[in-house]
């Protein structure tokens, strides 16, 4: 194997492992679950959201420079600064740190302890996050070089044995889309919101191991995400089916977490339950610290120092304690507004990008950004809150509104009508041209 093709699997096993937050394992089997016979629908639905999503966004932002406020930049800096922060919020303090404690409580402590309470585990929890995420040692870099390649060997065996010894006959499901289902079930897994961040770890190590020359890193880029995304794509296919095989078994209502248990215990015992509860549990903890010390480097660089990296990260260990007491469902059900509403803003993102070099001016992007934006809080604002029921009916009648998708057309459109505003502006100011755009990383 040649030294570039070895780099390639490294890293994109290395991205695999960035991405694959152990707490994105409870998605999966209860989308499966829901879909039944439907799982290859719901189960591509999901993927298209992640891994496909997530590693688009990796390529896209390693084509416009590679840093995390290079993926909105073409809208205006400051938009790439407050969507970035938004997104380290969301992959960061608010939900998905949080959600790791939780994991750990409800996966590993609670079916061993039932009287424990949620609080103590929390509590221990991001002290040991704390501890770790500002005295960095060996230990860190130790559990990731193993953990890991664990993990996804349980996973491997979790699937293989539920394919070769099916858990129970896989029913026919309610009506529904169960497409989108998958797509919007997705979202949870949160990783296209970190993808510009992954772009430029990936771009550093690329960096690190001599590759200096822009199209050979991008050329790599390309194949080291197509590694992750067929490592992830196998994963989540593969748990998407262990709860569809559980179908007759299980309550549709069940909680995620539970039902992942019940399935594990369903297929191996005990045993099975108590490897998978200590390996989600060390994941947890790994996902936990990498998040902490990425949202605590990216604000105390944004505030150029001012806000420095120890203090970020006492605030986001504090935030994410008290938040963490919410629960796996409380959380779940928090977020679930803002991703909906940031999703398409990013998949509107990613996909301009990865055709910047097409695009002939920034207003393209601004008016893409803002059709989706429009339509996406519109949606969540009605659904949340139940108003906003006049803008509403016109929503219901946009082309794929039955699919989910809505806010595709008005994006077009109003990229389309920004883009002819942006040339006229050109052509009445025939200095500027592209030298006037915002192209500077």
């Not at 992830?232 to 559980?246: D, K, P, R, S």
Request: proline share 5%.
């Amino acid at each position: 194997m040649t030294k570039e093709r070895k780099d390639i699997f490294i890293a994109g096993f290395a991205l695999f492992a960035i991405f694959f937050g152990a707490g994105n394992l409870i998605f999966p089997p209860s989308l499966g679950l829901a879909a039944g016979k439907a799982w290859p629908l719901a189960a591509l639905g999901f993927l298209l959201t992640d891994p496909v999503l997530p590693v688009l966004g990796v390529i896209a932002t390693s084509k416009v420079g590679g840093k995390a406020e290079d993926l909105g930049k073409r809208v205006s800096p400051l938009f790439a600064k407050i969507l970035g922060a938004v997104c380290i919020l969301v992959i960061g303090p608010l939900f998905a740190v949080p959600r790791t404690a939780a994991t750990v409580y409800e996966i590993a402590i609670k079916p061993v302890m039932p009287s424990s309470p949620l609080l103590i585990t929390s509590l221990i929890f991001f002290v040991i996050t704390y501890m770790l995420v500002i005295n960095q040692s060996g230990v860190i870099d130790k559990i990731g070089k193993y953990l890991t390649p664990a993990l996804l060997v349980i996973l491997t065996v979790i699937i293989g044995a539920c394919v070769i010894n099916p858990i129970g006959e896989i029913v026919a499901p309610q009506p529904g889309n169960f497409f989108l289902k998958g797509f919007e079930e997705g979202y949870q897994t949160m990783d296209a919101l970190g993808a510009s961040l992954m772009a430029g770890i990936v771009l550093s190590d690329l960096i690190f191991r001599g590759y200096k020359d822009r199209k050979k890193q991008q050329h790599m880029t390309t194949r080291i995400g197509l590694v992750a995304a067929a490592l992830l794509a196998f994963i989540y296919g593969g748990l998407t089916y262990v709860g569809a095989a559980g179908s007759a078994i299980f309550s549709s209502d069940m909680p995620r977490v539970d039902l992942l248990l019940g399935l594990v215990n369903e297929i191996f015992g005990t045993a099975g339950t108590i490897s998978i509860a200590v390996a989600v549990s060390l994941a947890c903890l790994t996902t936990s610290i990498g998040l902490t010390a990425t949202a605590a480097n990216y604000f105390s660089g944004i505030s150029n120092g001012k806000l420095s990296y120890k203090a970020v990260a006492i605030a986001v260990v504090v935030c994410s304690f008290a938040l963490s007491n919410f629960g796996v469902e409380g959380l779940i059900s928090i977020a679930v507004p803002i991703l909906c509403t940031v999703y398409p803003l990013i998949i509107v993102l990613i996909l301009t990008t990865l055709f910047d070099e097409h695009i002939p001016n920034d207003h393209t992007y601004r008016g893409s950004v803002l059709g989706a934006f429009i339509v996406s809080l519109t949606m969540t604002l009605n659904s949340t809150f139940n108003i906003l029921n006049g803008p509403m009916v016109l929503i219901q009648k946009l082309p794929l509104y039955a699919n989910g998708f809505p806010w595709i057309v008005p994006s077009i459109v109003l990229g389309i009508a920004f883009m002819i505003y942006g040339k006229m502006t050109q052509k009445n100011q025939p200095g500027e041209g592209l030298a006037g755009e915002n192209r500077t990383a």
